[in-house]
T-cell receptor, first 118, second 117 residues
């Protein structure tokens, strides 16, 4: 198993350019998340997907779109990049253990994508 | 009020000793999850442990345990038998809302742990 993979690892964009960050997991997990991490801070949730075909906004969705076309892949798109989107982006997938209120979970993170917008 | 508070910007611990990293949280949602993550200097994010708000027992994962005190709204991480490889930034986080519906995830600012040989 490769776990969670992210591409690219590094990217430099000019303001106004667009790009898609790819994330894939081979663990058959339903839930997947996109986070961003700015210097000296914890993660902030951009979008999440509870299952194939569904997506919902997190705390900081503005300027981003996502797509969950199948169970494996959850992509994040920047339509018109801005310097404020310079950050490290992490994708994660969630393995639920048990069900209902008694269920636990384990999270698996990709290696991250470092994005610089000039 | 801060949703997640980590009051220790930095901590030192002697190798093989136990260490507690503090985390308090604030929510009015009856259903929430608490998480701890480790981020080494290499930048990767590693999930350590999860505690659900309805869990009766403290979560444990190997050398990691979560001291969950619901009434005090505290979720401290205890690392037993510290190793040099435990040196890293540690983040506490909370997810509010139920799975499949609205979810809000809030991270603390982190605690930098250094293990001394």
């Amino acid at each position: 198993n490769a776990g969670v993979t992210q591409t690219p690892k590094f990217q430099v964009l000019k303001t106004g350019q667009s790009m898609t960050l790819q994330c894939a997991q081979d663990m058959n997990h339903n839930s997947m998340y996109w986070y961003r991490q700015d210097p000296g801070m914890g993660l902030r949730l951009i979008y999440y997907s509870a299952s194939e075909g569904t997506t919902d906004k997190g705390e900081v969705p503005n300027g981003y779109n996502v797509s969950r076309l199948n169970k494996r892949e959850f992509s994040l798109r920047l339509e018109s990049a801005a310097p404020s989107q310079t950050s490290v982006y992490f994708c994660a997938s969630i393995k639920k253990r048990g069900s209902g209120r008694a269920g636990g979970e384990t999270q698996y993170f990709g290696p991250g994508t470092r994005l610089l917008v000039l | 009020a801060q949703k997640i508070t980590q009051t220790q910007p930095g901590m030192f611990v002697q190798e093989k000793e136990a260490v507690t990293l503090d985390c308090t949280y604030d929510t009015s949602d009856p259903s929430y999850g608490l998480f701890w993550y480790k981020q080494p200097s290499s930048g990767e994010m590693i999930f350590l442990i999860y505690q659900g708000s309805y869990d009766q027992q403290n979560a444990t994962e190997g050398r990691y345990s979560l001291n969950f005190q619901k009434a005090r709204k505290s979720a401290n991480l205890v690392i037993s038998a510290s190793q040099l490889g435990d040196s890293a930034m540690y983040f506490c986080a909370m997810r509010e809302g139920s799975s499949g519906g609205y979810q809000k995830v809030t991270f603390g600012i982190g605690t930098k742990l250094q293990v001394i040989p």
